[in-house]
């Protein structure tokens, strides 16, 4: 079976300038697994609930009723977007609501010098930290650590570990990332009763 590769963008929505990423993934990923690539590519730490808005279905995690959603493992992002051009959303942190719009830029992506099933090519500045409040919270981050008098500088270069660039994108540690996702994720052989 030749396996098809899709080139997705996903850009966090209402912060100028733009953050973004384009990135590589197998037409038949999950999109449970979307998900945690998102995260390693975006720089999000997985530590809030999220969801897919595909159309008019709704996919999730943990869905308690069918209002609530769709279970997102149960769904292969191929057999749900399959035409060049077409968007869908990403909500990550229901409190924070980090709105992301994901577009397939190439649904037959070919690149003979791509070793591996998921990478990052390119992007464009750091993610937003953890809990900062959503959009309106991560500006005023900004502006605070930006302005040495500002009232909340110090506890914000404390709380961010004092070295955060919101202009920092690094695709190599991204790309080691997924590396690593991609060894921890595979499929093992066991063999759990005799030896072969």
Request: net charge negative.
């Amino acid at each position: 079976m030749n396996e098809r590769f899709y080139l997705l963008k996903i850009q966090l929505l209402d912060i100028e300038p733009a953050i973004w990423r384009r990135f590589v993934v197998p037409a038949s990923i999950t999109l449970d697994r979307l998900h945690d690539v998102i995260q390693i590519v975006m720089g999000w730490t997985d530590s809030h609930l999220h969801e897919f808005t595909i159309g008019k279905k709704r996919y999730t995690e943990y869905p308690e009723s069918k209002e609530d959603g769709l279970v997102c493992g149960k769904y292969r992002l191929g057999d749900l977007i399959k035409q060049n051009g077409r968007t869908f959303s990403y909500l990550y942190d229901f409190g924070d609501s980090w709105e992301h719009e994901l577009v397939l830029e190439e649904s037959r992506y070919f690149n003979p010098e791509l070793r591996t099933e998921l990478a990052c090519l390119e992007g464009e500045r750091a993610c937003p930290p953890e809990d900062v409040g959503g959009v309106p919270g991560y500006l005023e981050f900004c502006k605070a650590l930006d302005n040495p008098d500002h009232e909340e500088h110090e506890s914000y270069m404390e709380w961010s570990g004092g070295d955060f660039n919101s202009e920092r994108f690094d695709s190599e540690s991204v790309n080691w990332e997924l590396l690593k996702y991609l060894r921890w994720s595979r499929d093992r052989y066991q063999n759990w009763g005799g030896v072969e």
